[in-house]
């Protein structure tokens, strides 16, 4: 069992930067993958980044350059940094994580998911 509860979202103007971060508990987060999504108003929800457990990433081509997915083993608390926020990154974020093995971060293999941060980046 694993439960994941998000935070830092927030009002930001374009140009602008928020870390998200997603405090996990039940297992370390270096032992499964975790993903964060996001769902924009009117359209369907999508990924955004991903880490292994093994620390590989990946990101979607909308928002690589510019957002970071990282972890702290301490913390058990995985993060997104993201920068150069756009207008088109307003959504809500979730965090997810898969316990499968060789995930491909769609959101059908998330095992997990948190309840949802709301980052609103104004023009």
């Known amino acids: 069992q694993v439960h994941l509860v998000e935070s830092g979202g927030g009002l930001v103007q374009a140009g602008g930067s928020l870390m998200l971060s997603c405090a996990a508990s039940?297992?370390?987060?270096?032992?499964?993958?975790t993903a964060w999504f996001r769902h924009a108003p009117g359209k369907e929800r999508e990924f955004a980044a991903g880490?292994?457990?093994?620390?590989?990433?990946r990101y979607a081509d909308s928002v690589k350059g510019r957002f970071t997915i990282s972890r702290d083993y301490g913390k058990n608390t995985v993060y997104l940094q993201m920068n150069s926020l756009k207008p088109e990154d307003t959504g809500v974020y979730y965090c997810?994580?898969?316990?499968?093995?060789?995930?491909?971060?769609?959101?059908?293999?998330?095992?997990?998911w948190g309840k949802g941060t709301l980052v609103t980046v104004s023009s």
């Open positions: 039940g297992r370390t987060v270096s032992s499964y993958a």
């Open positions: 880490m292994r457990s093994g620390g590989s990433t």
């Open positions: 997810a994580a898969d316990l499968g093995y060789n995930t491909n971060f769609s959101p059908g293999r998330m095992d997990y």
